[in-house]
């Protein structure tokens, strides 16, 4: 039986050195991004517990709402997509035993996004771009700030491309052949995004990008936001699925084991890319002017997206099962110490697993119309999204590139034992860290805030604040670790690196998924459809009644 995750025809293996390249050009980028990100952070979680760096940082970093711009947009805009871009396209060209289908076009990708990232970065870094990684109107940001970001995005469609154009290659190839799973899934994973984004590059390029050069005048808040949000939901799911994807291709066969369903995972991806657009809703459930109907219905159509969530549970846990069960685990719980705890990529994606399930359930009460109103901004937002973006995708992504750096490299990592350190102070760290913040957020103290500076501090928040302070600085270390390895892994490693991808085998295999799973337009278009019903009147009555007539505002 061959591994899930390769082309059966696959002969000989071709030779894909030049797709690592332009990974670990991808990589880079993504790694120096979350370096400025930590660095952010701990400032900000030193500052809730009274201890202020913001004037040592200046004139880097001239305020709190600057950096924590800065924070926002390389976590969660350029450590992510970079990585993503860089890790889908390696994995589809691995698991088919082909190249991309351009390689120039791949390098044109490259530059595109990184070019539009640089663009950004002046007035980002230059504070002239101070408008938190959500940019909401009237809030007023340089034009270069959404010039740059909208190439980003632009960028990710030539990803989708080129992925749509290998994998039709693979067809031509092997007629009768399944697309193997990791080529399927990164492809549903960049599908999805691709309509998502149509959102944010309409906000960009019909409000904010003419607005910022001055050829309109006004603009509108509202409108701005349902653009946003559009694409803002999805991303989260354009963040996971490259996570979900680790979890269900790759850690099973890490973890000694094998895949539970290969079809039941295409099923869940099916179901993500129709279902994560219609949603964008639930971000806006205190917006004025959209009427409370529709709000209920993306609110229940959120209820749906946890299906596709309940599969990957199960799915994955069964794998993580099998693994441990075939290396000696028994019972049913205590299997789970039998998992190669020892293996630092391993732990990192277990643990990451681990407290997305708390994510999960708090994200149930976001998603909740009437029970958001007690969380909406207030500081259990980032006690969330830390366990979600910054801990289910980080740590996973982290755990990847665990493989991934030394297998780029030719070197074994660096240091296992620093690795594990690593991933249990990001664990330990974000258990206190995030705790923190969720208890605050129920204590009524508001995110994007400056707490130090705030005369309206309760005494009940005092007793939590340092601990968000502690669990930051644990997060920060574990960060340091990591990029001190990464860092030693590519220039001091020695011991030559030689294992393949750990593509996983599954136990019920492609060839008993039904046969519309290979076939896309379909799902395309109840996505659209979907979409259409959910937005459609709500979009059209804006775009005809909006006056545009908000002026812009520099703030800071
Ligand atoms: C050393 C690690 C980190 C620390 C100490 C940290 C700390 C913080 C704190 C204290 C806030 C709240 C600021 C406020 O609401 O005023 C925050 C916000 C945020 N963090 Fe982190 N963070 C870290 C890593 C990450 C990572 C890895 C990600 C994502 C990949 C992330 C994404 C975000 C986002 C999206 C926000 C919300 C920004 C906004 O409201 O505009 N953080 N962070
Ligand atoms: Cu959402």
């Given at each position: 039986?061959?591994?899930?995750?390769?082309?059966?025809?696959?002969?000989?293996?071709?030779?894909?050195?030049?797709?690592?390249?332009?990974?670990?050009?991808?990589l880079?980028?993504?790694?120096?991004?979350?370096?400025?990100?930590?660095?952010t952070?701990?400032?900000?979680?030193?500052?809730?517990?009274?201890?202020?760096?913001?004037?040592?940082?200046?004139?880097?970093?001239?305020?709190?709402?600057?950096?924590?711009?800065?924070?926002?947009?390389?976590?969660?805009?350029?450590?992510?997509?970079?990585?993503?871009?860089?890790?889908?396209?390696?994995?589809?060209?691995?698991?088919?035993?082909?190249?991309?289908?351009?390689?120039?076009?791949?390098w044109?990708?490259?530059?595109?996004?990184?070019?539009?990232?640089?663009?950004?970065?002046?007035?980002?870094l230059g504070?002239?771009?101070?408008?938190?990684?959500?940019?909401?109107?009237?809030?007023?940001?340089h034009?270069?700030?959404?010039?740059?970001?909208?190439?980003?995005?632009?960028?990710?469609?030539l990803?989708?491309?080129?992925?749509?154009?290998?994998?039709?290659?693979?067809k031509r190839?092997?007629?009768?052949?399944?697309?193997?799973?990791?080529?399927?899934?990164?492809?549903?994973?960049?599908?999805?995004?691709?309509?998502?984004?149509?959102?944010?590059?309409?906000?960009?390029?019909?409000?904010?990008?003419?607005?910022?050069?001055?050829?309109?005048?006004?603009?509108?808040?509202l409108?701005?936001?349902?653009?946003?949000w559009?694409?803002g939901?999805p991303?989260?799911?354009?963040?996971?699925?490259?996570?979900?994807?680790?979890?269900?291709t790759?850690?099973?066969?890490?973890?000694?084991?094998?895949?539970?369903?290969?079809?039941?995972?295409?099923?869940?991806?099916?179901?993500?890319?129709?279902?994560?657009?219609p949603?964008?809703?639930?971000?806006?459930?205190?917006?004025?002017?959209?009427h409370?109907?529709?709000?209920?219905?993306?609110?229940?159509?959120?209820?749906?997206?946890?299906?596709?969530?309940?599969?990957?549970?199960?799915?994955?846990?069964a794998?993580?099962?099998?693994?441990?069960?075939?290396?000696?685990?028994t019972?049913?719980?205590?299997?789970f110490?039998?998992?190669?705890?020892?293996?630092?990529?391993?732990?990192?994606?277990v643990l990451?697993?681990?407290?997305?399930?708390?994510?999960?359930?708090?994200?149930?009460?976001?998603?909740?119309?009437?029970v958001?109103?007690?969380?909406?901004?207030?500081?259990?937002?980032p006690?969330?999204?830390?366990?979600?973006?910054g801990t289910?995708?980080?740590?996973?992504?982290?755990?990847?590139?665990?493989w991934?750096?030394?297998?780029?490299?030719?070197?074994?990592?660096?240091s296992?034992?620093l690795?594990?350190?690593?991933?249990?102070?990001?664990?330990g760290?974000?258990?206190?860290?995030?705790?923190?913040?969720?208890?605050?957020g129920l204590?009524?103290?508001?995110?994007?805030?400056?707490?130090?500076?705030?005369?309206?501090?309760q005494?009940?928040w005092?007793?939590?604040?340092?601990?968000?302070?502690i669990?930051?600085?644990?997060?920060?270390?574990?960060?340091?670790?990591y990029?001190a390895?990464?860092?030693?892994?590519?220039?001091?490693s020695?011991?030559?690196?030689?294992?393949d991808?750990?593509?996983?085998?599954?136990?019920s295999?492609?060839?008993h998924?039904?046969?519309?799973?290979?076939?896309?337009?379909?799902?395309?278009?109840?996505?659209?459809?979907?979409?259409?019903?959910?937005?459609?009147?709500v979009?059209?009555?804006?775009?005809?009644?909006?006056?545009?007539?908000?002026?812009?505002?520099?703030?800071?």
């Open positions: 039986m061959t591994p899930a995750g390769v082309a059966q025809a696959r002969t000989t293996a071709p030779d894909l050195a030049s797709e690592g390249r332009l990974t670990g050009a991808f880079l980028v993504a790694i120096l991004a979350l370096f400025g990100g930590i660095v952070g701990v400032a900000q979680a030193l500052e809730h517990a009274g201890i202020n760096l913001y004037p040592w940082m200046a004139p880097l970093i001239q305020s709190y709402y600057h950096g924590l711009t800065v924070h926002g947009v390389l976590n969660v805009l350029v450590w992510t997509t970079f990585f993503i871009a860089g890790f889908l396209p390696f994995l589809t060209a691995r698991s088919l035993g082909r190249p991309l289908a351009s390689r120039a076009l791949g044109a990708t490259f530059w595109l996004m990184t070019g539009g990232l640089l663009l950004a970065a002046v007035p980002l504070n002239a771009a101070s408008v938190m990684f959500t940019f909401y109107p009237p809030l007023k940001a034009w270069a700030f959404y010039v740059g970001l909208t190439l980003v995005v632009a960028g990710t469609w990803v989708t491309l080129n992925l749509a154009l290998t994998r039709a290659a693979f190839e092997h007629p009768h052949a399944r697309t193997p799973l990791p080529a399927f899934m990164a492809l549903a994973t960049f599908a999805m995004w691709s309509i998502a984004s149509l959102g944010l590059a309409a906000e960009m390029l019909f409000m904010l990008i003419p607005w910022s050069l001055g050829w309109v005048t006004g603009t509108d808040p409108l701005a936001r349902v653009l946003f559009f694409s939901h991303i989260v799911y354009f963040w996971l699925l490259p996570a979900y994807i680790s979890w269900y790759l850690v099973p066969r890490q973890a000694g084991g094998k895949l539970f369903s290969d079809p039941m995972a295409r099923a869940s991806f099916l179901l993500f890319l129709v279902l994560s657009t949603l964008g809703f639930h971000h806006q459930y205190t917006d004025p002017g959209i409370q109907g529709w709000k209920m219905l993306h609110g229940f159509l959120t209820f749906t997206v946890f299906f596709p969530s309940l599969l990957t549970f199960f799915n994955v846990v794998s993580l099962e099998n693994g441990a069960r075939a290396r000696g685990g019972g049913w719980v205590a299997w110490g039998r998992l190669p705890w020892g293996d630092p990529s391993v732990a990192a994606q990451a697993m681990i407290l997305f399930a708390f994510g999960g359930i708090g994200g149930l009460i976001n998603a909740s119309l009437s958001n109103l007690v969380v909406h901004n207030t500081a259990w937002i006690g969330h999204l830390h366990l979600t973006v289910a995708v980080t740590l996973t992504f982290m755990g990847i590139t665990y991934l750096v030394p297998m780029l490299r030719g070197r074994q990592l660096w296992v034992r690795a594990q350190a690593s991933v249990w102070l990001w664990f760290g974000m258990i206190i860290f995030s705790n923190a913040l969720h208890r605050l204590m009524g103290m508001p995110r994007r805030t400056m707490i130090g500076a705030a005369p309206y501090v005494p009940e005092q007793a939590v604040l340092p601990l968000v302070a669990g930051g600085s644990i997060l920060f270390v574990s960060g340091l670790l990029f390895n990464m860092l030693l892994t590519v220039v001091a020695r011991v030559p690196y030689e294992a991808v750990p593509f996983a085998e599954a136990l295999s492609a060839e998924a039904p046969a519309l799973f290979e076939r896309w337009r379909p799902w395309l278009a109840l996505a659209a459809v979907l979409i259409v019903l959910a937005y459609g009147p979009l059209l009555r804006l775009a005809v009644t909006t006056p545009f007539d908000a002026p812009g505002f520099r703030v800071w």
